[in-house]
Protein backbone atom coordinates (compact mmCIF):
# COMPACT_ATOMS: atom_id res chain seq x y z
CA UNK A 1 0.00 0.00 0.00
CA UNK A 2 2.42 2.46 0.79
CA UNK A 3 4.48 1.85 -2.77
CA UNK A 4 2.95 4.39 -4.48
CA UNK A 5 2.10 6.76 -1.79
CA UNK A 6 4.24 9.47 -2.47
CA UNK A 7 2.87 10.48 -5.93
CA UNK A 8 -0.84 9.81 -4.53
CA UNK A 9 -0.32 12.19 -1.22
CA UNK A 10 1.66 14.45 -3.81
CA UNK A 11 -1.49 15.26 -5.99
CA UNK A 12 -3.71 15.73 -2.97
CA UNK A 13 -1.18 18.14 -1.50
CA UNK A 14 -2.01 20.57 -4.61
CA UNK A 15 -6.30 20.44 -4.36
CA UNK A 16 -8.00 23.40 -3.45
CA UNK A 17 -10.96 23.79 -1.83
CA UNK A 18 -11.70 26.75 -3.64
CA UNK A 19 -11.97 24.91 -7.26
CA UNK A 20 -14.29 25.84 -9.32
CA UNK A 21 -15.12 24.54 -12.69
CA UNK A 22 -14.18 26.93 -15.66
CA UNK A 23 -17.76 26.55 -17.09
CA UNK A 24 -19.83 27.52 -13.69
CA UNK A 25 -17.76 30.28 -13.66
CA UNK A 26 -15.88 32.37 -16.45
CA UNK A 27 -15.47 35.69 -14.69
CA UNK A 28 -13.34 34.31 -12.16
CA UNK A 29 -9.47 33.99 -13.28
CA UNK A 30 -7.59 30.83 -11.26
CA UNK A 31 -6.82 30.98 -7.75
CA UNK A 32 -4.68 29.57 -5.66
CA UNK A 33 -6.15 26.77 -3.48
CA UNK A 34 -6.41 27.15 0.67
CA UNK A 35 -5.18 23.64 1.11
CA UNK A 36 -1.77 25.40 -0.47
CA UNK A 37 -1.11 26.08 3.08
CA UNK A 38 2.02 24.93 5.14
CA UNK A 39 1.18 22.34 7.03
CA UNK A 40 -1.62 20.49 5.57
CA UNK A 41 -1.04 17.00 5.77
CA UNK A 42 -2.47 13.73 4.15
CA UNK A 43 -2.04 10.27 5.64
CA UNK A 44 -2.38 7.00 4.36
CA UNK A 45 -1.28 4.59 7.33
CA UNK A 46 1.59 5.39 8.36
CA UNK A 47 2.79 7.43 5.76
CA UNK A 48 2.52 11.04 4.95
CA UNK A 49 2.21 13.90 2.91
CA UNK A 50 2.79 17.61 4.15
CA UNK A 51 3.07 20.83 2.30
CA UNK A 52 6.38 22.35 3.45
CA UNK A 53 6.75 25.10 1.24
CA UNK A 54 4.23 27.53 -0.48
CA UNK A 55 5.34 30.23 -3.08
CA UNK A 56 2.11 31.56 -5.35
CA UNK A 57 0.33 28.38 -6.81
CA UNK A 58 3.55 26.36 -6.47
CA UNK A 59 3.77 24.07 -3.32
CA UNK A 60 6.61 21.84 -2.45
CA UNK A 61 5.67 19.12 -0.36
CA UNK A 62 7.31 16.29 1.81
CA UNK A 63 6.65 13.05 1.51
CA UNK A 64 7.28 10.74 3.80
CA UNK A 65 6.91 6.49 3.26
CA UNK A 66 8.53 3.59 4.60
CA UNK A 67 11.18 5.67 6.29
CA UNK A 68 12.31 6.93 3.47
CA UNK A 69 11.39 11.39 3.22
CA UNK A 70 11.52 13.41 -0.09
CA UNK A 71 10.26 16.55 -1.59
CA UNK A 72 8.28 16.79 -4.59
CA UNK A 73 6.85 20.15 -6.20
CA UNK A 74 3.31 20.57 -8.30
CA UNK A 75 1.55 23.54 -8.70
CA UNK A 76 -2.66 24.05 -8.26
CA UNK A 77 -5.06 26.78 -9.46
CA UNK A 78 -8.68 26.41 -9.01
CA UNK A 79 -8.78 25.33 -12.89
CA UNK A 80 -6.82 22.02 -12.14
CA UNK A 81 -3.70 20.70 -11.19
CA UNK A 82 -0.33 19.54 -12.05
CA UNK A 83 3.10 18.14 -11.17
CA UNK A 84 6.89 18.26 -12.11
CA UNK A 85 7.96 14.85 -11.31
CA UNK A 86 8.52 14.20 -14.58
CA UNK A 87 10.14 17.82 -15.60
CA UNK A 88 12.11 17.01 -12.23
CA UNK A 89 11.10 20.26 -11.10
CA UNK A 90 11.23 22.38 -14.24
CA UNK A 91 8.06 24.74 -13.95
CA UNK A 92 8.46 25.69 -17.49
CA UNK A 93 7.04 22.08 -18.13
CA UNK A 94 4.21 21.36 -15.69
CA UNK A 95 2.65 17.91 -16.39
CA UNK A 96 -1.45 18.03 -15.87
CA UNK A 97 -3.00 15.97 -13.63
CA UNK A 98 -6.71 16.87 -14.26
CA UNK A 99 -8.49 20.21 -15.78
CA UNK A 100 -11.91 20.26 -13.89
CA UNK A 101 -13.21 21.60 -17.22
CA UNK A 102 -11.27 19.03 -19.46
CA UNK A 103 -14.43 16.57 -21.38
CA UNK A 104 -14.39 12.71 -20.47
CA UNK A 105 -11.70 10.78 -22.78
CA UNK A 106 -9.25 14.62 -22.61
CA UNK A 107 -5.42 13.07 -22.88
CA UNK A 108 -2.51 14.33 -21.22
CA UNK A 109 0.75 13.73 -22.72
CA UNK A 110 4.34 14.17 -21.39
CA UNK A 111 7.44 13.36 -23.64
CA UNK A 112 10.72 11.79 -22.07
CA UNK A 113 13.02 10.91 -25.31
CA UNK A 114 11.11 8.19 -26.87
CA UNK A 115 8.71 7.31 -23.84
CA UNK A 116 5.42 8.93 -23.49
CA UNK A 117 3.44 8.95 -20.02
CA UNK A 118 -0.28 9.51 -21.16
CA UNK A 119 -3.23 10.61 -18.60
CA UNK A 120 -6.52 10.01 -19.89
CA UNK A 121 -9.40 11.72 -17.71
CA UNK A 122 -11.99 8.19 -17.58
CA UNK A 123 -15.19 9.98 -15.94
CA UNK A 124 -16.42 12.26 -14.15
CA UNK A 125 -19.18 11.84 -11.48
CA UNK A 126 -22.32 13.92 -11.69
CA UNK A 127 -23.50 12.57 -8.25
CA UNK A 128 -21.81 12.14 -5.21
CA UNK A 129 -21.02 7.76 -5.79
CA UNK A 130 -17.53 7.44 -4.47
CA UNK A 131 -17.07 6.69 -0.48
CA UNK A 132 -13.87 8.09 1.36
CA UNK A 133 -13.99 6.77 5.05
CA UNK A 134 -11.66 8.53 5.88
CA UNK A 135 -14.03 11.99 5.09
CA UNK A 136 -16.96 9.82 6.35
CA UNK A 137 -19.35 10.61 3.31
CA UNK A 138 -19.80 10.13 -0.18
CA UNK A 139 -18.43 12.50 -3.03
CA UNK A 140 -18.13 13.25 -6.53
CA UNK A 141 -14.63 11.70 -8.23
CA UNK A 142 -12.58 12.49 -11.44
CA UNK A 143 -11.07 9.46 -12.60
CA UNK A 144 -7.61 9.54 -14.30
CA UNK A 145 -5.71 6.48 -15.70
CA UNK A 146 -1.80 7.43 -16.07
CA UNK A 147 0.10 4.86 -18.40
CA UNK A 148 3.80 4.69 -17.57
CA UNK A 149 5.83 3.82 -20.39
CA UNK A 150 7.83 1.03 -20.01
CA UNK A 151 11.13 1.32 -19.64
CA UNK A 152 10.99 3.87 -17.92
CA UNK A 153 13.98 4.97 -15.39
CA UNK A 154 13.28 6.48 -12.18
CA UNK A 155 15.19 6.78 -9.42
CA UNK A 156 18.17 5.08 -11.82
CA UNK A 157 16.15 1.83 -12.31
CA UNK A 158 13.40 0.38 -14.60
CA UNK A 159 9.78 1.64 -13.04
CA UNK A 160 7.94 -2.09 -12.51
CA UNK A 161 4.69 0.54 -12.24
CA UNK A 162 2.72 0.27 -15.52
CA UNK A 163 -0.61 1.84 -14.95
CA UNK A 164 -1.87 4.05 -12.44
CA UNK A 165 -5.63 4.97 -11.55
CA UNK A 166 -6.30 8.34 -9.55
CA UNK A 167 -9.03 8.98 -8.32
CA UNK A 168 -9.82 12.59 -7.85
CA UNK A 169 -12.23 15.13 -5.87
CA UNK A 170 -11.80 19.07 -6.43
CA UNK A 171 -11.95 19.73 -2.92
CA UNK A 172 -10.31 17.06 -1.56
CA UNK A 173 -7.31 15.81 -4.17
CA UNK A 174 -6.62 12.46 -4.92
CA UNK A 175 -9.10 10.49 -2.38
CA UNK A 176 -8.03 7.23 -3.64
CA UNK A 177 -5.29 5.31 -6.20
CA UNK A 178 -4.58 2.32 -7.59
CA UNK A 179 -1.27 0.82 -9.20
CA UNK A 180 -0.56 -1.62 -11.26
CA UNK A 181 2.88 -3.30 -11.66
CA UNK A 182 4.28 -4.78 -14.67
CA UNK A 183 4.20 -8.34 -13.11
CA UNK A 184 0.09 -8.14 -12.93
CA UNK A 185 0.11 -7.10 -9.02
CA UNK A 186 -1.64 -4.13 -7.67
CA UNK A 187 -1.83 -1.66 -4.68
CA UNK A 188 -4.21 -0.19 -3.95
CA UNK A 189 -4.10 3.58 -1.60
CA UNK A 190 -6.91 5.03 0.18
CA UNK A 191 -6.47 7.76 2.25
CA UNK A 192 -7.27 7.34 5.72
CA UNK A 193 -7.10 10.78 7.39
CA UNK A 194 -6.64 14.45 6.31
CA UNK A 195 -6.83 17.92 7.60
CA UNK A 196 -7.73 18.46 4.30
CA UNK A 197 -10.74 20.51 3.21
CA UNK A 198 -12.66 20.11 6.38
CA UNK A 199 -16.25 21.37 5.94
CA UNK A 200 -18.96 20.83 3.43
CA UNK A 201 -18.07 19.33 0.25
CA UNK B 1 61.90 20.26 -63.64
CA UNK B 2 64.36 19.81 -60.69
CA UNK B 3 64.17 17.07 -57.86
CA UNK B 4 63.74 20.01 -55.63
CA UNK B 5 60.77 21.58 -57.53
CA UNK B 6 59.07 18.10 -57.46
CA UNK B 7 59.09 17.68 -54.17
CA UNK B 8 58.04 21.38 -53.23
CA UNK B 9 55.03 20.56 -55.92
CA UNK B 10 54.81 16.96 -54.56
CA UNK B 11 54.72 17.25 -50.63
CA UNK B 12 51.53 20.24 -50.21
CA UNK B 13 49.63 17.79 -52.34
CA UNK B 14 50.37 14.49 -49.78
CA UNK B 15 50.11 16.94 -47.13
CA UNK B 16 46.82 18.13 -47.99
CA UNK B 17 45.93 14.31 -48.81
CA UNK B 18 46.44 12.79 -45.55
CA UNK B 19 45.79 15.58 -43.16
CA UNK B 20 42.67 16.35 -44.51
CA UNK B 21 40.85 13.61 -43.81
CA UNK B 22 37.51 15.23 -42.73
CA UNK B 23 34.30 12.98 -41.97
CA UNK B 24 32.61 12.03 -44.84
CA UNK B 25 28.80 10.57 -45.14
CA UNK B 26 29.12 6.64 -45.61
CA UNK B 27 26.59 5.19 -48.20
CA UNK B 28 23.89 3.12 -46.61
CA UNK B 29 25.36 -0.08 -47.74
CA UNK B 30 28.55 1.32 -45.69
CA UNK B 31 26.89 2.51 -42.80
CA UNK B 32 24.55 -0.34 -42.48
CA UNK B 33 28.02 -2.64 -42.35
CA UNK B 34 29.35 -0.12 -39.31
CA UNK B 35 26.42 -0.53 -37.17
CA UNK B 36 26.90 -4.54 -37.67
CA UNK B 37 30.44 -4.46 -36.71
CA UNK B 38 29.44 -2.65 -34.07
CA UNK B 39 26.20 -4.14 -32.64
CA UNK B 40 28.23 -7.54 -33.06
CA UNK B 41 31.23 -5.87 -30.88
CA UNK B 42 29.22 -4.73 -28.19
CA UNK B 43 27.10 -8.14 -28.09
CA UNK B 44 30.69 -10.02 -27.95
CA UNK B 45 31.68 -8.29 -25.44
CA UNK B 46 28.38 -8.58 -23.20
CA UNK B 47 28.62 -12.42 -24.35
CA UNK B 48 32.08 -12.59 -22.76
CA UNK B 49 31.63 -10.66 -19.53
CA UNK B 50 28.56 -12.74 -18.79
CA UNK B 51 30.89 -15.83 -18.73
CA UNK B 52 33.87 -14.35 -16.65
CA UNK B 53 33.58 -15.84 -13.13
CA UNK B 54 33.40 -12.44 -11.11
CA UNK B 55 30.51 -11.47 -13.33
CA UNK B 56 28.79 -14.91 -12.51
CA UNK B 57 29.31 -14.51 -8.69
CA UNK B 58 27.96 -11.02 -8.41
CA UNK B 59 24.72 -11.86 -10.47
CA UNK B 60 24.47 -14.87 -8.22
CA UNK B 61 24.73 -12.90 -5.09
CA UNK B 62 22.22 -9.79 -6.41
CA UNK B 63 19.88 -12.48 -7.74
CA UNK B 64 18.86 -14.22 -4.32
CA UNK B 65 16.28 -12.43 -2.34
CA UNK B 66 17.90 -14.01 0.92
CA UNK B 67 21.19 -12.00 -0.02
CA UNK B 68 22.33 -9.16 2.81
CA UNK B 69 23.31 -6.75 -0.13
CA UNK B 70 21.41 -3.59 -1.32
CA UNK B 71 20.77 -3.32 -5.19
CA UNK B 72 19.84 -6.58 -5.40
CA UNK B 73 16.92 -7.37 -7.60
CA UNK B 74 13.62 -5.90 -6.47
CA UNK B 75 10.37 -8.11 -7.72
CA UNK B 76 8.18 -6.07 -5.40
CA UNK B 77 6.66 -3.09 -7.24
CA UNK B 78 8.05 0.15 -6.00
CA UNK B 79 7.79 3.13 -8.29
CA UNK B 80 10.69 4.73 -7.05
CA UNK B 81 12.82 1.93 -7.32
CA UNK B 82 13.91 2.67 -3.51
CA UNK B 83 13.28 -0.14 -0.27
CA UNK B 84 15.30 1.93 2.68
CA UNK B 85 18.59 -0.57 3.66
CA UNK B 86 20.33 -0.40 6.96
CA UNK B 87 24.48 -1.89 6.39
CA UNK B 88 23.99 -1.70 10.34
CA UNK B 89 21.19 -4.05 10.53
CA UNK B 90 22.58 -6.51 7.68
CA UNK B 91 26.16 -6.75 9.34
CA UNK B 92 28.00 -10.72 9.90
CA UNK B 93 28.66 -13.69 8.46
CA UNK B 94 26.85 -15.60 5.51
CA UNK B 95 27.29 -19.11 4.53
CA UNK B 96 25.06 -19.98 1.61
CA UNK B 97 23.03 -23.17 2.17
CA UNK B 98 22.29 -25.68 -0.24
CA UNK B 99 19.39 -27.44 1.51
CA UNK B 100 17.35 -24.37 1.96
CA UNK B 101 18.93 -22.27 -1.12
CA UNK B 102 19.63 -19.37 0.98
CA UNK B 103 22.09 -17.16 2.39
CA UNK B 104 22.36 -17.75 6.13
CA UNK B 105 23.76 -15.99 8.90
CA UNK B 106 26.52 -16.96 11.05
CA UNK B 107 27.29 -14.62 13.22
CA UNK B 108 27.46 -10.65 13.84
CA UNK B 109 30.58 -9.20 12.11
CA UNK B 110 31.65 -5.13 11.60
CA UNK B 111 31.48 -5.78 7.86
CA UNK B 112 29.11 -8.31 5.49
CA UNK B 113 31.14 -11.35 4.47
CA UNK B 114 29.32 -13.97 2.50
CA UNK B 115 30.66 -16.99 1.44
CA UNK B 116 29.17 -19.48 -1.44
CA UNK B 117 29.75 -21.54 -4.24
CA UNK B 118 30.81 -20.09 -7.98
CA UNK B 119 27.69 -21.25 -9.95
CA UNK B 120 28.51 -23.45 -12.97
CA UNK B 121 31.53 -24.69 -10.49
CA UNK B 122 30.74 -25.83 -7.12
CA UNK B 123 34.71 -26.44 -6.61
CA UNK B 124 35.45 -23.20 -6.34
CA UNK B 125 34.42 -20.62 -3.49
CA UNK B 126 33.52 -17.25 -3.17
CA UNK B 127 34.10 -14.60 -0.49
CA UNK B 128 32.78 -11.32 -0.49
CA UNK B 129 33.54 -8.76 1.38
CA UNK B 130 31.10 -5.50 1.65
CA UNK B 131 33.61 -3.35 3.81
CA UNK B 132 31.61 0.03 3.71
CA UNK B 133 28.19 1.38 2.63
CA UNK B 134 26.83 4.69 3.67
CA UNK B 135 23.74 6.42 2.06
CA UNK B 136 22.52 9.83 2.37
CA UNK B 137 19.16 10.86 1.69
CA UNK B 138 18.79 13.72 -1.13
CA UNK B 139 16.05 15.88 -1.24
CA UNK B 140 14.43 14.60 -4.27
CA UNK B 141 14.51 11.00 -3.96
CA UNK B 142 15.34 8.55 -1.50
CA UNK B 143 18.92 8.20 -1.24
CA UNK B 144 22.60 7.46 -2.61
CA UNK B 145 25.17 5.74 -1.89
CA UNK B 146 27.99 8.28 -0.48
CA UNK B 147 30.44 4.88 -0.09
CA UNK B 148 31.22 2.14 -0.85
CA UNK B 149 34.03 -0.50 -0.87
CA UNK B 150 33.70 -4.26 -2.11
CA UNK B 151 35.81 -7.07 -2.76
CA UNK B 152 35.27 -10.15 -4.42
CA UNK B 153 37.71 -13.26 -3.62
CA UNK B 154 37.65 -16.46 -5.86
CA UNK B 155 39.77 -18.97 -4.33
CA UNK B 156 41.51 -16.77 -2.68
CA UNK B 157 42.36 -15.04 -5.88
CA UNK B 158 41.03 -10.72 -5.65
CA UNK B 159 38.67 -10.33 -8.86
CA UNK B 160 36.67 -7.75 -8.28
CA UNK B 161 37.49 -4.43 -6.30
CA UNK B 162 34.61 -1.18 -5.83
CA UNK B 163 35.65 1.89 -4.88
CA UNK B 164 32.61 4.39 -4.78
CA UNK B 165 32.77 7.81 -3.30
CA UNK B 166 30.21 10.57 -3.57
CA UNK B 167 29.31 13.76 -2.21
CA UNK B 168 25.74 15.54 -1.32
CA UNK B 169 25.58 19.11 -1.15
CA UNK B 170 22.48 21.15 -0.62
CA UNK B 171 20.75 17.86 -1.02
CA UNK B 172 21.62 17.02 -4.24
CA UNK B 173 24.15 14.91 -5.83
CA UNK B 174 27.55 16.86 -6.07
CA UNK B 175 30.50 14.93 -6.62
CA UNK B 176 30.64 11.35 -7.71
CA UNK B 177 33.80 8.94 -8.00
CA UNK B 178 33.47 5.27 -8.71
CA UNK B 179 36.50 2.61 -10.03
CA UNK B 180 35.65 -1.02 -10.28
CA UNK B 181 38.28 -3.22 -11.04
CA UNK B 182 38.21 -6.77 -12.04
CA UNK B 183 40.61 -9.35 -13.31
CA UNK B 184 40.59 -8.22 -16.90
CA UNK B 185 38.20 -5.12 -16.69
CA UNK B 186 38.39 -1.60 -15.43
CA UNK B 187 35.29 0.78 -15.17
CA UNK B 188 35.50 4.11 -13.81
CA UNK B 189 32.84 7.44 -13.68
CA UNK B 190 33.28 10.50 -12.31
CA UNK B 191 30.81 13.23 -12.05
CA UNK B 192 30.83 17.26 -10.61
CA UNK B 193 28.07 19.67 -10.29
CA UNK B 194 28.66 23.62 -10.46
CA UNK B 195 26.72 25.96 -8.87
CA UNK B 196 23.83 25.99 -6.30
CA UNK B 197 20.57 27.25 -5.45
CA UNK B 198 21.85 30.49 -5.18
CA UNK B 199 22.58 30.68 -8.42
CA UNK B 200 20.00 30.25 -11.80
CA UNK B 201 21.66 27.65 -13.24
CA UNK B 202 24.84 25.73 -13.09
CA UNK B 203 26.84 22.52 -14.77
CA UNK B 204 27.30 18.98 -14.13
CA UNK B 205 30.20 17.13 -16.07
CA UNK B 206 31.45 14.22 -16.25
CA UNK B 207 33.53 10.77 -17.60
CA UNK B 208 33.45 7.19 -17.62
CA UNK B 209 36.04 4.53 -18.99
CA UNK B 210 35.53 1.37 -19.71
CA UNK B 211 38.36 -1.57 -20.62
CA UNK B 212 39.19 -4.69 -20.83
CA UNK B 213 42.72 -5.94 -20.35
CA UNK B 214 43.22 -5.36 -24.66
CA UNK B 215 41.54 -2.54 -25.65
CA UNK B 216 39.33 0.27 -24.56
CA UNK B 217 35.71 -0.40 -25.07
CA UNK B 218 33.72 2.53 -24.40
CA UNK B 219 35.27 6.26 -23.13
CA UNK B 220 32.88 9.52 -22.76
CA UNK B 221 32.53 12.56 -21.76
CA UNK B 222 29.72 14.80 -20.92
CA UNK B 223 28.68 18.37 -19.94
CA UNK B 224 25.28 19.39 -19.23
CA UNK B 225 23.82 22.64 -18.68
CA UNK B 226 21.24 22.54 -15.48
CA UNK B 227 18.83 25.52 -14.14
CA UNK B 228 18.39 24.95 -10.34
CA UNK B 229 14.92 24.60 -9.28
CA UNK B 230 15.36 25.53 -5.53
CA UNK B 231 14.76 24.11 -2.78
CA UNK B 232 14.10 20.47 -4.35
CA UNK B 233 16.51 19.96 -7.61
CA UNK B 234 17.23 20.92 -11.01
CA UNK B 235 16.43 20.36 -14.81
CA UNK B 236 18.52 19.87 -17.87
CA UNK B 237 18.96 22.29 -20.18
CA UNK B 238 21.65 21.59 -23.15
CA UNK B 239 23.10 18.44 -22.87
CA UNK B 240 26.73 17.51 -24.75
CA UNK B 241 27.61 14.23 -24.80
CA UNK B 242 31.06 12.46 -26.51
CA UNK B 243 30.99 8.74 -26.56
CA UNK B 244 33.05 6.48 -28.09
CA UNK B 245 32.26 2.51 -28.17
CA UNK B 246 34.98 0.50 -29.93
CA UNK B 247 35.61 1.87 -33.34
CA UNK B 248 32.26 4.23 -33.19
CA UNK B 249 31.37 7.59 -32.29
CA UNK B 250 28.60 9.40 -30.42
CA UNK B 251 28.40 12.92 -30.66
CA UNK B 252 25.13 14.41 -29.31
CA UNK B 253 23.94 17.82 -28.39
CA UNK B 254 20.51 18.65 -27.86
CA UNK B 255 19.08 21.60 -26.57
CA UNK B 256 17.03 20.01 -24.35
CA UNK B 257 15.59 23.07 -22.21
CA UNK B 258 14.10 24.35 -25.51
CA UNK B 259 11.72 21.08 -26.00
CA UNK B 260 8.53 21.10 -25.27
CA UNK B 261 7.07 17.86 -23.62
CA UNK B 262 3.69 18.06 -24.15
CA UNK B 263 3.78 19.33 -27.18
CA UNK B 264 1.41 17.89 -30.78
CA UNK B 265 4.79 18.60 -32.64
CA UNK B 266 7.04 16.74 -29.78
CA UNK B 267 9.41 14.60 -32.27
CA UNK B 268 9.84 17.42 -35.06
CA UNK B 269 10.61 19.67 -31.43
CA UNK B 270 13.25 17.33 -30.67
CA UNK B 271 14.88 16.52 -34.09
CA UNK B 272 15.20 20.37 -34.60
CA UNK B 273 16.87 21.32 -30.96
CA UNK B 274 18.68 18.21 -31.18
CA UNK B 275 22.02 16.95 -33.21
CA UNK B 276 23.01 13.39 -32.86
CA UNK B 277 25.68 11.70 -35.00
CA UNK B 278 26.92 8.44 -34.81
CA UNK B 279 30.46 8.08 -36.61
CA UNK B 280 32.90 5.51 -37.71
CA UNK B 281 36.59 6.40 -36.26
CA UNK B 282 38.22 4.08 -38.71
CA UNK B 283 37.14 5.63 -41.62
CA UNK B 284 35.72 9.03 -40.82
CA UNK B 285 32.64 8.03 -42.09
CA UNK B 286 29.00 9.50 -40.55
CA UNK B 287 26.96 6.18 -40.35
CA UNK B 288 24.00 8.69 -39.73
CA UNK B 289 21.78 11.07 -37.90
CA UNK B 290 19.65 9.94 -34.94
CA UNK B 291 16.30 11.00 -35.06
CA UNK B 292 12.68 10.77 -33.28
CA UNK B 293 10.04 9.84 -35.46
CA UNK B 294 7.01 7.42 -35.25
CA UNK B 295 6.99 3.99 -35.74
CA UNK B 296 4.98 3.11 -39.37
CA UNK B 297 1.42 2.87 -38.38
CA UNK B 298 1.98 3.76 -34.60
CA UNK B 299 1.54 6.63 -32.34
CA UNK B 300 4.72 5.57 -30.47
CA UNK B 301 8.14 7.17 -30.94
CA UNK B 302 10.75 6.01 -31.67
CA UNK B 303 14.71 7.19 -32.03
CA UNK B 304 15.92 5.85 -35.88
CA UNK B 305 18.94 6.45 -37.97
CA UNK B 306 18.77 8.24 -40.89
CA UNK B 307 21.56 7.40 -43.49
CA UNK B 308 22.77 9.57 -46.00
CA UNK B 309 20.36 8.72 -48.63
CA UNK B 310 17.38 9.62 -46.42
CA UNK B 311 15.97 6.29 -45.78
CA UNK B 312 16.12 5.41 -41.97
CA UNK B 313 16.41 2.25 -39.94
CA UNK B 314 15.05 1.69 -36.01
CA UNK B 315 17.79 2.04 -33.99
CA UNK B 316 16.66 -0.71 -31.52
CA UNK B 317 17.13 -3.19 -34.60
CA UNK B 318 20.76 -2.14 -35.47
CA UNK B 319 22.50 -1.18 -31.54
CA UNK B 320 20.50 -1.88 -28.57
CA UNK B 321 22.46 -0.43 -26.17
CA UNK B 322 22.40 3.59 -28.01
CA UNK B 323 18.41 2.81 -27.58
CA UNK B 324 19.27 2.18 -23.92
CA UNK B 325 21.03 5.59 -23.62
CA UNK B 326 18.90 7.78 -25.45
CA UNK B 327 15.64 6.54 -23.54
CA UNK B 328 17.58 6.86 -20.46
CA UNK B 329 15.48 9.12 -17.93
CA UNK B 330 18.15 11.01 -15.54
CA UNK B 331 15.57 11.31 -12.82
Redo the contacts between chains.
Keep these: MKKFFILMLLIAAIIGTSCKKKSDDTSTAPTVSLLATVGTTWSSGTNSLTVSQVSGSDVIVTCTYGGNSIAVSGSMTTAGFADYFYSSGDKTKPYTLVNFSDPVGTQYKFNIGSSQVVRTLLSSSTTDDFYVSALGMYIKTMDVKEDVPQGLTVNGKVTKTKTIYWYLNHKFGVVYARVIYTDGTETDIPLTSTNAGAGSK | MTNKQLYLLILPLLFFTFACKTDHPLDKKEAVNSLKILNGDLINFAVNTSQKPWYRAMKFLLNQSSSPLPFKND??????????YSFADKKGFYVWDTVSGTFVKQKDTSMILIYFPLPGKMESYCKFFLYAYEMQ???????FPIDIRAKLFIDNHEELSLNHHALIAENLLSVVSSDLHCSDFHLSFHMAREGDFSQKSGLVKGDLQLRDDKQEIISAEYNIDI?Y?P??????QYIRLMMKVFESKLECNINY?TI????NE?ANE?NKNSGILIKNLENSGIIGNVV?APEDGKD????FIRYSDGTMSKLSDQIIILKKI??????
Design positions: TSGNFFNSLRDTRSRPGDHPVTYSFGSPTSYFLKLDFLNKKYS
